[in-house]
């Protein structure tokens, strides 16, 4: 190992505890792997230690020449996540050398280790990092720092005479990183190692991660460890990193594989993770390397990964042929951020998802005047394959739909239909805050109070929706849009607190806000409080009634905040321009399409389709429904085992249904 790695004290220091001869080589021989399976056998060395990465590449090479050391009794390895490859469980079973498997990071070293036994051919791929070192202790702790049940993923604490005193004049970090150890009766500490693991029933760890490497995509909690053990499995993958890449709704996930014996193409490595793992897990871009990147402790250099060529290739592209071909390719080109889009590419391997799909249907349903459902994108992914379903529809002569303008303000303004049923439910329930919309956002850095309250009252001028009420006019519930008349925003300073007071103080605020109703026809429907921690630290909490916003709404809110709060810090103006359509539009719009005939015949076939359904939903449940509808409750999460969830899914698909319905069905 690199001098730079704390391995190498491990090596030099064991060796001589024991008596032994240590073989020092150069950077060179350290690098050249046929020049160190040389060395090993001319000095007769009896144990090696690699990083898990090296040693890959160091059997392969020795499995192909035939080079086994005929000295060499044990090999140990550490440093990165141990996958056996084929090469290294043939060249493990010539040698007849035990492999042991280390974990440890640098401010404990070794805490656990596994030696891996029987035939090499029957090792896992993603072997454990086995159990606890004489002298150590291995505590797997929830997100509230209570022990994870066998079996439930956890951060992995570390205790025992290895722990390190801290960082060198670093006390921040070290208080960070380095906890009072509650599970030690003499006040030890614990280290903070930042890895996701979980304890198997023998007593083993099975390392799944770092808890910084999951990645929230789509709205999707993603463990791209997962995804690299899944890829790992493919008979031609050798080594595989999967990463996340940029942001927002452009945030995707990319895999880096190195393949060994054949080349192994896009398509076969996206057919491969499909029939294992759900679609938003599938990586938008593959590239395949000759060699990941390493560093100079031989682990995978992760900000060295390239960045991937969503591009198409001279070669593979196909320019468009028709008006409607070129149409679409325009819009998947703009949606997917790509010079130009050939008409065979998938819109799915181009790096699109289902909310790219949104706003690809959204732009065509524009552009062509046709009524395009989402799922046509997912039938028909490439420019080619949907121009025929768009030229399908126009031929046909589908009834084309109105486009959204502005509506006259003096006249009552008419609800949307789900805005309708927040509006009805509110009535039946007063004082109910079921339907608030809640969010809480951590500021950390020096925050210009002014630029973000004057951002957020750039949001509210905006969007007439935020400064609606809803009353009753003429026995019918109407939108009223009240004029801009500034924003404040109300500033709570907890810096005075302790620390402990203060967590809790932003917890019972967050909570109060939370459970606090709103007045829907009074107002405001949307509020903001700023909480002041310190002087480079706070939380924004938002609060907002459903019938003005939806989730998607809350990601809009988020990324115009962003662009303003930014302009307005910096002295400049609002960078957004003004909306053509407002949400009373579109209300009055759908009110306008949706009645007559076109009402009728979607709700004759609703009727036809649920026909002798039941008038209410009885579930096996335990406890009888009260008189009035409490809201009180709790939800459970339950892991289903890989098989399982491959099966549900492949009924679902095969009933036309979402796994949802096939569980509920299941359970009623």
Same mark, same amino acid.
């Given at each position: 190992a690199s001098i730079s790695f704390d391995v190498s004290f491990h090596e030099m220091f064991s060796c001589w505890n024991e008596g032994g001869r240590l073989v020092l080589i150069g950077e060179e021989e350290r690098y050249d792997q046929a020049g160190l399976l040389e060395v090993m056998e001319r000095e007769g060395v009896e144990r090696l230690f690699m990083p898990a990465v090296a040693l890959q590449q160091l059997a392969e090479l020795a499995d192909a020449r035939g080079l086994f050391p005929s000295s060499l009794r044990e090999v140990q390895t550490a440093g990165e996540a141990l996958r056996v490859t084929e090469p290294m469980r043939r060249w493990?079973?010539? =040698?007849?050398? %035990?492999?042991? *498997?280390?974990?440890?990071?640098?401010? &404990?070293?070794?805490? &656990?280790? =596994?030696?891996?036994? @029987?035939?090499?051919?029957?090792?896992?791929?993603?072997?454990?990092?086995?159990?606890?070192? $004489? *002298?150590?202790?291995?505590?797997?702790?929830?997100?509230?720092? *209570?022990? /994870? %049940?066998?079996?439930? %993923?956890?951060?992995?604490?570390?205790? @025992?005479?290895?722990? !390190?005193r801290g960082y060198l004049n670093r006390p921040a970090r070290t208080a960070e990183k380095f906890l009072p150890d509650p599970f030690s009766a003499n006040g030890a500490r614990m280290y903070r190692t930042g890895d996701r693991v979980r304890w198997l029933p023998n007593g083993e760890i099975e390392f799944l991660g770092r808890v910084d490497e999951q990645v929230k995509i789509r709205g999707f909690r993603i463990e791209p460890g997962e995804v690299e053990a899944v890829l790992a499995t493919h008979p031609h993958v050798h080594e595989a990193v999967v990463v996340a890449r940029g942001e927002g709704t452009a945030r995707r996930l990319v895999a880096y594989v190195v393949a060994h014996g054949a080349r192994v193409g896009t398509a076969e490595l996206r057919a491969h993770l499909k029939g294992r793992l759900p679609d938003y897990m599938v990586p938008s871009a593959f590239v395949v390397m000759d060699a990941l990147p390493l560093t100079p402790s031989g682990k995978v250099a992760r900000r060295a990964l390239p960045v991937p060529d969503y591009e198409v290739s001279d070669e593979r592209y196909v320019a468009p042929r028709t008006p409607a071909e070129e149409v679409l390719a325009g819009i998947w080109a703009e949606v997917l951020k790509l010079d130009r889009v050939g008409v065979e590419e998938s819109f799915f391997e181009l790096g699109g998802h289902s909310l790219l799909a949104i706003r690809v249907v959204s732009r065509v349903r524009d552009a062509f005047a046709v009524e395009l459902p989402l799922r046509a994108l997912f039938e028909a992914p490439t420019v080619a394959e949907l121009a025929q379903r768009v030229d399908a529809l126009r031929t046909a002569g589908v009834a084309v739909l109105p486009a959204i303008t502005p509506v006259d303000r003096t006249a009552p303004l008419p609800l949307s239909f789900a805005q309708e049923r927040l509006w009805f439910l509110d009535r039946l329930q007063p004082g109910s805050a079921f339907y608030n919309i809640p969010a809480a956002w951590r500021l950390s850095g020096v925050t210009d109070v002014s630029a973000l309250e004057r951002s957020l009252g750039e949001i509210v001028r905006r969007h007439e929706v935020l400064r609606t009420v809803f009353r009753e006019v003429d026995g019918a519930a109407a939108q009223v849009v009240a004029p801009f008349a500034g924003f404040t925003l109300p500033v709570e300073d907890l810096s005075a607190l302790a620390d402990a007071d203060r967590q809790g103080a932003v917890r019972r605020r967050s909570a109060e806000e939370t459970a606090r109703p709103f007045d829907l026809s009074a107002g405001p429907l949307f509020r903001a409080t700023l909480l002041r921690l310190g002087d480079e630290e706070h939380v924004l909490l938002i609060g907002?009634?459903?019938?003005?916003?939806? @989730?998607?709404?809350?990601?809009?809110?988020?990324?115009?905040?962003? $662009?303003?709060?930014?302009?307005? #810090?910096?002295? !400049?103006? /609002?960078?957004? !321009?003004?909306? %053509?359509?407002?949400?009373?539009?579109?209300?009055?719009?759908? #009110?306008?399409? =949706?009645?007559?005939e076109v009402l009728d015949r979607q709700l004759g076939w609703w009727s036809e389709r649920l026909a002798g359904a039941p008038a209410l939903l009885e579930l096996p449940t335990d406890r009888p429904r009260p008189p009035v509808q409490t809201y009180r409750g709790a939800s459970e999460s339950i892991r289903f085992p890989a098989e399982l969830l491959d099966g549900l899914q492949a009924v679902a698909r095969g009933e036309g249904a979402t796994v949802f319905m096939v569980l509920l069905g299941a359970f009623q």
């Open positions: 493990i079973a010539a =040698l007849d050398a %035990p492999l042991f *498997n280390h974990y440890g990071p640098s401010e &404990t070293h070794v805490v &656990t280790a =596994l030696g891996l036994k @029987g035939e090499p051919g029957a090792w896992p791929v993603l072997p454990s990092i086995g159990g606890p070192i $004489a *002298n150590t202790q291995c505590h797997v702790l929830d997100a509230a720092g *209570n022990p /994870s %049940p066998i079996g439930v %993923p956890g951060e992995l604490f570390l205790g @025992g005479v290895m722990v !390190a907002m009634h459903h019938i003005v916003s939806d @989730g998607w709404s809350l990601g809009v809110l988020l990324r115009e905040l962003s $662009a303003l709060y930014d302009a307005f #810090r910096q002295g !400049a103006g /609002s960078p957004l !321009a003004d909306l %053509p359509v407002q949400y009373a539009d579109y209300a009055a719009w759908q #009110r306008h399409v =949706l009645r007559g």
